[in-house]
């Protein structure tokens, strides 16, 4: 069968059934202060994590879903469909847990390199577990923003995604950031370029220019918390791929070896509780 074929096949729900994984052994608190969040389901923070030093802003690659693919011989789509729903698990803790900001890397301009049947499955299966997903967004009062250039997108999913956008912009719990078709060195270019308006119109002057005026031009520039605590990627890959590259510099960054449809509550847990054993000393002596 050629992967046209096997990609075709998997537009539709996939038959796969995968089988379960073994509960993590996540504890949670016997007991709940007056000062502990309670997650919107009514469960605790897990009780290995700290409520005052939890990452406000974590940023998640999500690498490896064609190897996993590979690896049990499934077709590529098996893999994506997969990761979508480990996607899915991730939000749902971030809500859970406290934290504040969730930026996804769901799309790069590199990607477009892929063989187009990929990246047709790949908008197609954006397009529809973001349908799926909005009414949830909505009920669980998740705001989702959008940076990247989405003009290369599909119209639909133009479309899809500004509806997105605006029906959430006052939610106030969990700031989901979906980066499509992001770039982080675009990103940086942008923001040089829109400096230099204000400045040829006489709004600024070159002197003065500080990180604060390049910072209010990046296209994080949308939630409070811009620069992420905590910055995971999966599939053993240890390289940024030209993401959050400005956002990132003083990011405590986590490395799993796991592939990202495998990606679940017990290696999330291990990449928070990672990050709560280091100590953050923007380059104080200390």
Same mark, same amino acid.
């Given at each position: 069968?050629?992967?046209?074929?096997?990609?075709?096949?998997?537009?539709?729900?996939?038959?796969?059934?995968?089988?379960?994984?073994?509960? *993590?052994?996540?504890?949670?608190? +016997? +007991?709940?202060?007056?000062?502990?969040?309670?997650?919107?389901?009514?469960?605790?923070? *897990?009780?290995?994590?700290?409520?005052?030093?939890?990452?406000?802003?974590? +940023?998640?690659?999500?690498? &490896?879903?064609? $190897?996993?693919?590979?690896?049990?011989?499934?077709?590529?789509?098996?893999?994506?469909?997969?990761?979508? $729903?480990?996607?899915?698990?991730?939000?749902?803790?971030?809500?859970?847990?406290?934290?504040?900001?969730?930026?996804?890397?769901?799309?790069?301009?590199?990607?477009?390199?892929?063989?187009?049947?990929?990246?047709?499955?790949?908008?197609?299966?954006?397009? $529809?577990?973001?349908?799926?997903?909005?009414? $949830?967004?909505?009920?669980?009062?998740?705001?989702?923003?959008?940076?990247?250039?989405?003009?290369?997108?599909?119209?639909?999913?133009?479309?899809?995604?500004?509806?997105?956008?605006?029906?959430?912009?006052?939610?106030?719990?969990?700031?989901?950031?979906? +980066?499509? !078709?992001?770039?982080?060195?675009?990103?940086? %270019?942008?923001?040089?370029?829109?400096?230099?308006?204000? %400045?040829?119109?006489?709004?600024? @002057? *070159?002197?003065?220019?500080?990180?604060?005026?390049?910072?209010?031009?990046?296209?994080?520039?949308?939630?409070?918390? *811009? !620069?992420?605590?905590?910055?995971?990627?999966?599939?053993? @890959?240890? =390289?940024?791929?030209?993401?959050?590259?400005?956002?990132?510099?003083?990011?405590?960054?986590?490395?799993?070896?796991?592939?990202?449809?495998?990606?679940? @509550?017990?290696?999330?847990?291990?990449?928070?509780?990672?990050?709560?054993?280091?100590?953050?000393?923007? &380059? =104080?002596?200390?």
């Amino acid at each position: 069968m050629s992967m046209a074929a096997n990609f075709h096949l998997q537009l539709k729900p996939s038959p796969l059934k995968l089988a379960p994984r073994a509960r *993590p052994r996540v504890f949670y608190s +016997a +007991a709940v202060t007056k000062n502990d969040d309670i997650a919107i389901n009514g469960t605790s923070r *897990p009780a290995q994590l700290q409520r005052d030093i939890m990452p406000r802003h974590v +940023a998640v690659i999500m690498d &490896g879903n064609r $190897r996993w693919s590979r690896m049990k011989g499934l077709p590529v789509g098996s893999g994506y469909e997969a990761g979508a $729903r480990a996607f899915r698990r991730v939000v749902e803790l971030c809500g859970e847990w406290g934290i504040k900001v969730l930026t996804v890397f769901a799309f790069s301009p590199d990607n477009w390199l892929r063989p187009k049947v990929e990246t047709d499955f790949l908008m197609a299966l954006f397009e $529809r577990g973001l349908r799926d997903e909005l009414e $949830r967004f909505v009920r669980e009062n998740i705001r989702v923003s959008l940076i990247g250039d989405s003009t290369k997108l599909p119209k639909r999913l133009q479309l899809l995604l500004a509806d997105a956008v605006e029906t959430t912009q006052n939610n106030s719990g969990l700031h989901l950031i979906i +980066a499509a !078709n992001f770039s982080g060195k675009n990103d940086l %270019v942008q923001a040089c370029q829109r400096i230099a308006l204000k %400045v040829k119109d006489g709004q600024i @002057e *070159p002197e003065d220019i500080n990180e604060l005026s390049i910072e209010r031009e990046l296209e994080t520039n949308c939630t409070d918390f *811009p !620069n992420p605590d905590l910055l995971i990627r999966t599939s053993g @890959e240890l =390289r940024l791929s030209n993401f959050l590259l400005w956002q990132l510099a003083y990011t405590e960054l986590y490395f799993s070896e796991s592939l990202w449809p495998d990606f679940g @509550e017990e290696e999330f847990l291990e990449a928070l509780y990672s990050f709560q054993q280091r100590q953050r000393r923007y &380059g =104080r002596n200390t």
